[in-house]
């Protein structure tokens, strides 16, 4: 039984850190344009408006992204209805990126209050260390990837496509990230 799950836990672990990664690497997009925003008097002033409310009422600002991207789930809902796919898809980018950048801000606004509730400190604490396990999983694999990839490098690369990857890679890395959670 046990040789019949591993496939199933690496996949698991593989999309956990899938999305962990876009969270992380999202989130270095995010900033870019949050710092076109006046984010320090942005922060403190919902950081303000959120210091009344109880730790439970907190968990309601949780709920505003999803709440203002309603109108852009039910866009793609029409969208897709009528056949225009791409647009679609299109949208739903879109919203995926303001809606992980909304989140981001919520939750860092509320981090501290909803960890004084002790569920949601359980649940945290239990995501983090699923995020290391599934690291942990994933690592030995990723490694011969890794190594084969820079051998590839030193080599002299594989074609136009993969520099390019390299290089956008490469670019990430370089760039200055403030970190929002």
């Given at each position: 039984m046990r040789r019949l799950l591993k496939p199933l836990w690496i996949a698991l672990a593989?999309?956990?850190?899938?999305?962990a990664w876009l969270w992380d690497h999202g989130r270095s997009l995010v900033t870019a344009?949050?710092?076109?925003?006046?984010?320090?008097?942005?922060?403190t002033g919902a950081k303000n408006l959120i210091a009344p409310l109880p730790p439970q009422g907190t968990l309601a600002?949780?709920?505003?992204?999803?709440?203002?991207?309603?109108?852009?789930k039910v866009t793609v809902v029409w969208l897709v209805f009528k056949g225009a796919w791409i647009s679609a898809m299109a949208v739903l980018a879109f919203?995926?990126?303001i809606g992980?950048?909304?989140?981001?801000?919520?939750?860092?606004?509320?981090?501290?209050?909803?960890?004084?509730?002790?569920?949601?400190?359980r649940v945290y604490e239990r995501t983090l260390a699923a995020r290391r396990?599934?690291?942990?999983?994933?690592?030995?694999m990723l490694d011969p990837i890794r190594r084969q990839i820079r051998g590839r490098l030193e080599r002299g690369g594989?074609?136009?496509r993969f520099r390019f990857i390299v290089r956008l890679r490469s670019k990430m890395?370089?760039?200055?990230?403030?970190?929002v959670a």
């Open positions: 593989a999309a956990f850190l899938l999305e344009v949050m710092n076109r925003v006046p984010w320090q008097r942005l922060r600002v949780l709920a505003i992204p999803a709440v203002l991207l309603l109108p852009l919203a995926k990126v992980l950048g909304l989140s981001a801000f919520a939750f860092d606004v509320c981090r501290d209050k909803l960890l004084e509730l002790p569920l949601f400190r396990w599934a690291k942990d999983l994933i690592d030995p594989t074609g136009r890395r370089r760039e200055p990230s403030s970190k």
